[in-house]
């Protein structure tokens, strides 16, 4: 079974946007141990960066529509097993991910205002230059 990892985006007025991705898992890792293994790697609360670990951002703005809710975290949610096709971009097995998601976490989280994020109204305004 591949392993299954939903994570979101919650702005300061607790707006969400749900992001998933599935991961192959050659290594017949359980989700169990796959969940313990984020948690702890991820800040508290299963906080960490989408972007530094290669995960879609599920951001709420679009459009440079952004608000001073806004801040650049995306949140754990849940591990699982699916028999669904792998659709990380960047083809990696879960096992893969786990690594890369411990690296960043020693590392140290690079926390970034999102009004500079591609997308944005910084980013647009930038580009105006």
């Not at 702890?40 to 440079?64: C, H, M, N, P, W």
């Not at 960047?90 to 970034?112: D, H, K, P």
């Amino acid at each position: 079974m591949n392993i299954e990892f939903q994570y979101l985006y919650r702005d300061g007025s607790n707006y969400k946007k749900h992001g998933r991705v599935v991961f192959s898992n050659p290594d017949q890792l359980t989700p169990e141990s796959v969940g313990k293994a984020l948690e702890k790697a991820f800040l508290t609360d299963g906080l960490f960066i989408a972007r530094q670990v290669r995960l879609s951002e599920v951001f709420l703005y679009s459009d440079g529509a952004f608000s001073y809710d806004d801040h650049c975290y995306h949140e754990f949610s849940s591990v699982g097993s699916t028999s669904d096709v792998p659709s990380d971009e960047c083809t990696r097995s879960i096992s893969e991910f786990l690594v890369e998601v411990m690296e960043e976490a020693n590392r140290g989280w690079q926390v970034f205002d999102p009004y500079d994020s591609q997308g944005s109204l910084g980013s647009f305004l930038d580009s105006r230059v």
